[in-house]
Structures are given as structure tokens and as C-alpha cells.
């Protein structure tokens, strides 16, 4: 593994300037204020409620970044800004938006959770965090759901639950490439919510039926074929996700298969560098969890009678394990 120089040290702490001052330009709603149409710096500063002097400080430095055009004093959105951040563009990443701004405030607080363990009690679900996050996972979607349709749908998929499943995008990315399968999404009310709105327009929506609960409570059924678990091991410790994994086992068909997508490690922790840096995300932001080895993950599958394990890359330090009930 490269070493850091210590100019590349300095380099990475100095993208804090940088995000901190596209985190403010999202605070601000400066590319919705900008819309379709261009303005000048003061016109921009009384309509986002910024000072002026700041306005002009922080427009020029958005268009040196490239997330603004400049035109003499008239400043515009380019196309990328106005499609993913403009609240009147059909395509905004409403939640993508939301989770980059809550997040900012959250790393905060790393030196203290450092110092002192983690400050969280219990798992929030409260609408106001659980919408906009569901629409965070389905905008993030788009970058593994294709190539995890591809891996599955290898097999016949059949019936396929979908355990925690948020907006339920790679259901629905799988039920469009095996036409006869037919899913179960299972998750918080908050997180049905959106996904029905989502998926209501999709093809494979009556293909869906939903169960509205915690995951630890909920019934799995039974003589499932295919059952999904995405990016939920990294939410939970060791103990909580051995329940999970007990109730999977139970519910799978002799010969059924296990998804299970999340940032797996190497065995020496440190690789890949996301999946890493993701374990320290995941002290931050949950009660118990962290990031684990495709080893230990399959060890603890192992133990519940899961075998014949399969290893697939997606993108972006995402993985696929794949178990069968034996």
C-alpha cells in the first residue's frame, strides 16, 4: 500500500475548504436560487440570505470549482449543478442533498466519539431522517444496481425478500431482469412510504407486496428462494446480526440463496481504503456498527449452516457475498 507524502497529507486535509464550501452553497440553495436563469452576487445574496460581501466571495470561488458559470456579473448553474441540486430540476438528489449536509455537522464530532465512545443510544426513526435517507439509498443506487441484477438473476430468483430494503431499487432492478420473480420488501413505515412513491410508476410495482416493521421482529416466511441483505450487516455488531442471520437461515428453502451487499475488508482491515475509512463512518453514526472482513462475515454464515459461498466486486469498494442454506 503507497505511503502518503507529506505533501499529499496537507493536500487531503485542504479538501475540507473545498467541501466545506460546497456543503455551504447546498445550505444556502444557491444552485435553486439560480434556477434556469443567471443573477448577479447581490441579487443571490438577498435571496439566499447571505451577506453580500460573502455572496460575491463565495460564487467566484464555486465557479473556480466548476459547480457555477460566470458571464461578467451574471452567475449560472452549469448543467451538472442545475440537474442534481436545483430544487426545480425533475432529477434533484433530494436525499443525496440531505445526507451530505448531516453528515458535514456529524464529523464534527469525530474527536470527541474518538475520545469518548460513541454518542448515540438508539437507531433514529423519525420521518423527518428516515425519508429523505431512503431517497439517499435509491439515488445511490443507480452506481451497483445493474451489475447486482446481473449476479443474481444468474439463477432463477423466484420469490426474493428483501430485508431492510429502503426504496427497494435493487428489488425492483432484479425483478426486471427474471420476469417471473416476485419480491417482498420489508422496512420501516417511514421508508415504505417513499418507496411506494418510487416504485409506483415502475413496471414490476405489482410484483411487490410490503411488510411494514423492525427487521428483528418482522416474519422472513418461509420456503423463500432468494433473500436480499443490503447494506444492513455494517448497521449492526456481531450478536444482532447472528439473529438476523438465524431468521434468514429459517425462512430460506433448502438450496436458497443469501445477498448480501455491503463494503467487506480484507482480512488486514485496511483494505480497501473505503471499506476502512466506512468503519469509522459507521462509529459515528450507529450504536453498534462497523465494517467486516468477507472472512469473518462468511465464519459467522458458516455457524448457521450457510455454505458454497461466492465472492462478486460491484463498485466503489462495494461487494456481493452470496451463501446457500446447505
Not at 443573477?39 to 473556480?64: C, D, F, Q, W, Y
Not at 480484507?266 to 472482513?293: D, I, V
Amino acid at each position: 500500500m503507497a505511503t502518503l507524502s507529506y505533501e499529499q497529507f496537507l493536500n487531503k486535509i485542504d479538501q475540507l475548504e473545498e467541501a466545506n464550501t460546497l456543503i455551504a452553497a447546498l445550505n444556502f440553495r444557491v444552485f435553486t436560487h439560480l434556477n434556469k436563469r443567471g443573477m448577479t452576487s447581490r441579487t443571490l445574496a438577498k435571496k439566499a440570505g447571505i451577506h453580500p460581501e460573502g455572496a460575491e466571495i463565495l460564487l467566484n470561488v464555486l465557479v473556480s470549482l466548476g459547480a457555477l458559470k460566470r458571464d461578467g456579473r451574471i452567475y449560472t448553474n452549469t448543467s451538472e449543478s442545475f440537474r442534481h441540486f436545483c430544487e426545480y430540476s425533475p432529477e434533484y438528489k433530494m436525499g443525496t442533498v440531505f445526507l451530505r449536509k448531516e453528515n458535514r455537522d456529524e464529523w464534527s464530532g469525530l474527536i470527541d466519539v474518538l475520545k469518548n465512545g460513541r454518542a448515540l443510544s438508539e437507531e433514529t426513526d423519525a420521518p423527518e431522517f428516515r425519508e429523505p435517507f431512503t431517497y439517499a439509498m435509491h439515488e445511490r443506487s443507480k452506481f451497483y444496481s445493474k451489475a447486482l441484477a446481473k449476479f443474481v438473476t444468474r439463477k432463477p430468483v423466484g420469490r426474493l425478500v428483501d430485508v431492510g430494503g429502503g426504496p427497494g431499487s435493487y428489488s425492483a432492478e432484479i425483478l426486471k431482469y427474471d420476469k417471473s420473480a416476485k419480491a417482498i420488501l420489508i422496512d420501516r413505515p417511514a421508508s415504505l412510504k417513499v418507496a411506494k412513491t418510487i416504485l409506483k410508476t415502475s413496471k414490476t410495482f405489482n410484483r411487490f407486496s410490503f411488510v411494514a416493521g423492525d427487521i428483528f421482529k418482522v416474519d422472513f416466511g418461509e420456503e423463500v428462494d432468494t433473500l436480499l441483505y443490503s447494506n444492513i450487516l455494517h448497521i449492526y455488531n456481531k450478536s444482532q446480526n447472528s439473529k438476523i442471520f438465524k431468521k434468514i437461515f429459517k425462512s430460506l428453502k433448502p438450496g436458497g440463496r443469501l445477498i448480501l451487499v455491503d463494503l467487506f475488508l480484507k482480512n488486514n482491515r485496511t483494505e480497501p481504503p473505503g471499506a476502512a475509512m466506512f468503519s469509522l463512518t459507521m462509529l459515528l453514526f450507529t450504536t453498534t456498527g462497523r465494517t467486516y472482513t468477507f472472512q469473518e462475515t462468511e465464519n459467522l454464515l458458516k455457524s448457521f449452516g450457510f455454505g458454497k459461498f461466492k465472492r462478486s466486486e460491484l463498485s466503489q469498494g462495494s461487494s456481493i457475498i452470496e451463501a446457500v442454506k446447505i
